[in-house]
């Protein structure tokens, strides 16, 4: 099993650890500490030794942060995860906080009415936030001051870095050969006038080299950071170790983890840094060097983002394996679910077993959400032995999985009935799948951004007074991370759709205490066919369905769809019976029949 269900946090580790850290302010002369969920590289998944956040609070969730000031500390946390983080830390001594809608900055001007010197990591924070925040504070007396991390002076039995070996990707699968990312990005620094880039985005350097790796779960990379010149050469920081298994190439220079921020002080600019994404100190460090700094978004972001034509057939192949192996676990599903005996976890061991039995998963793409009944609701929840609940007749039954194989990443989420279900909940799941259609339907002029769709897959539920408090859809990798930028669905994605970008498609409902819902296909955007009568000098875009698995069809209130809504449905169901029915035979081939015939 690549998912473990121990709970790695308990609400009782935090005060002692806060009375610790407390202390070690305290003594720096400081007024407060920030301790971000980030590691030095800005991603999702951070390794055991960077688990800082969860470690002090026992909040686990993938974003957040905290605040922590001699008399509150503030536990910031996006829509996501407003009831999980009130089960896992202790609130009489960390106060929960609802994020964006209370910015760090306000709090901190509340809190600090007297003013005071804050300290912070500078590899853990980056340039554009602390910029912000320091603009923010300058007129309340209040002082960002970069330190050693005081996390760490305390965490006794802190974790080692990670040193997984790092493994070559097919070029065939790539589309590209690293050489030839190497040019590209070579040419978009000499076209800005940049003698240089600083990638720290583990992502976007096994995307130029043609490599991933093993440092992190689900999230096959080798943590490193890296100096892209504008002649192509690059100089990749890490653990020599990690890369012994490839061959060496002239162009790629290999140096240890330490020699980092000493050979950033030699480099000649302009050198582009990424405000959004790099360390803080990285910037910190040129301008000590007194090195021009070029601000600019990382450059490998939108060309990894635009996926070959021979990633989209990979992901296309991984995506029909991965359909399958759901089709499985949703008739074992059906076959096992009346009979009352499951559990949660029963779930997440047999979905990981189909996937397992295709000989091609290398790994999860992320710890399945598998909520029944009123855990559907807490949006990324993680089913640990503590919590384990029976999936009990009239529930439902919310499950959201992905798999990493070598030719791509898939993301699914399908909400099932556990015996009869109430009105109520077929309602919302029919406007939750409309939402869904409608991305899926949808057809826009070039330009387009994610914000600029996003309320169509609200537009249901908000005639219903209801919405969600998450993104319709985020970028996906080829067997890379399941949660990829610039492109999202999302009324935060400013970055236009271009063929290529892959992305999900997952509007969804939750009721406190009850239930929740949510219905996840992976697209692509593509071409849109000509139509007739369409204006021929506008090039349009619309979505491929990448994901073919049922859509439950006991939970559809067909009264509430439209002609073209219905259609696309069997249109969708008929699809999954010809792509995914050859790859099944016996009963879960007869089960798919049945699953997918029209309504």
Known sequence: MFQSFAATTSPDQGPPRLAALRAEIAATGLAGFLVPRADAHQGEYVAPRDERLSWLTGFTGSAGFCAVLPGVVGVFIDGRYRLQVRAQVDTAHFTPVHWPETRLEDWLIEELPQG???????????????????????DHQITLRPVGNLVDEIWEDQPDRPAGAALAYPAALAGRTSAEKRAEIATILTEAGEAAAVLTLPDSIAWLLNIRGSDL????VAQGFAVIGAGGHVTLYSDPAKFEGLDPDADITLRDWSDFETDLATLSGPVRVDGATAPHRVRRVLEEAGTAIADGSDPCILPKARKTPAEIAATRSAHLRDGAAMARFLHWFDENAPSGSLTEIDCVCALEGFRAATGALKDISFDTIAGAGPNGAIVHYRVTEDTNAPLLPGQLFLIDSGAQYEDGTTDITRTLPVGMVGAEECTAFTQVLQGMIAIHRARFPKGIAGRDLDALARAPLWAAGRDFDHGTGHGVGVYLSVHEGPQRLARTGLVPLEPGMILSNEPGYYREGAFGIRIENLVVVAEAPDLPGADAARDMLCFETLSFAPIDRRLIDCNLLNR????????????????????????????????????
């Open 217 to 220: 779960s689900h999230l096959p």
């Open 116 to 138: 005071g010197v804050v300290g912070y990591d500078p590899w853990l924070h980056t340039s554009a936030e602390i910029t912000r925040l320091e603009a923010a504070l300058r």
């Open 564 to 599: 073209l809504e219905l259609d696309w449905l069997n249109t969708y169901h008929a699809q999954v019976a010809a792509r995914i029915g050859p790859l099944l035979d016996g009963s879960a081939a007869m089960w798919l029949t049945r699953a997918t015939a029209p309504l």
